[in-house]
């Protein structure tokens, strides 16, 4: 069992909109619809669990309905942090699969991960027990403890970004979490699913990503994501390299549902 565990509980203030950042409408749709399609279309992918902020539920409701998103089953609210919000998906999730299902843990407002980038999460997890989407960084890296001065610099060919999907078998992650929630400390530093597995010392796989697997948290990311579904548009439109593995997942699933609606 393959499942995605998409968070989108944020209320999205440092985006600065009038409604949460993943609710905002990109090229006629919002980008949760963006990123849950990815999931949706993908043929490895078994289920989808959903969380969302609670007064959004309903409407989160209506738009998987609309958008014949058939992979979710589940949506529930958030939690008082990611991480909290993660670990209550998990737990539902563990309450109605096995153990040693696969999960892809995703952020909601990242919406242009590639068809390629989900496969190799799972097989990187069923080759290694874990898989962390990452691309290498093309600028220097500073850590400043302070935000001021220079404490080091590491070899930029040593340094990479951590995107999502993070991937993980269910019980594994679920392990990790109860143990991260065991200590006084919470989930403080806590941001993501390879903190807290390298935090315990377990080893963690890295599985190449795409360029384009931004996070959209600012209105300059809206205006990149636009870019990029522009991009993918000529790409389709003047044939510049093709149709993707994802494209024609897309399109091979739209006539599958123009059918079953007839």
Known sequence: MNIAIVFAGGSGVRMGAGIPKQFLEINGK????????????????????LAVLEDYIDYMRVLVEEYHLTKVVCIMP??????????????????????????LIHDGVRPFVSYDV??????????????????????????????????????RKETFTAQAPQSFYLKDIIAAHDYVRSLSTGYSNMVDACTIMTSQGKSVHLVEGNRGNIKVTTPEDVYTFRALMQYRENEQAFGLGGLSNEISARMRQAGSMHRDDK
């Open 30 to 49: 919002p980008i949760i619809i963006h990123t849950l399609q990815l999931f949706q279309y993908h043929n490895e992918i078994d289920k989808i669990y």
């Open 118 to 155: 989900i496969s190799r999460n799972i097989q990187g997890v069923k080759d290694y027990g874990s898989a962390i989407t990452a691309t290498a960084c093309y600028e220097t890296i500073i850590i400043s403890k302070d935000g001021k001065g220079v404490d080091a610099v590491p070899f």
């Open 78 to 103: 958030g939690g008082s942090t990611a991480q909290d919000t993660i670990y209550g998906e998990l737990k539902r999730a563990e309450s109605e699969n096995p153990d040693d299902s696969i999960v």
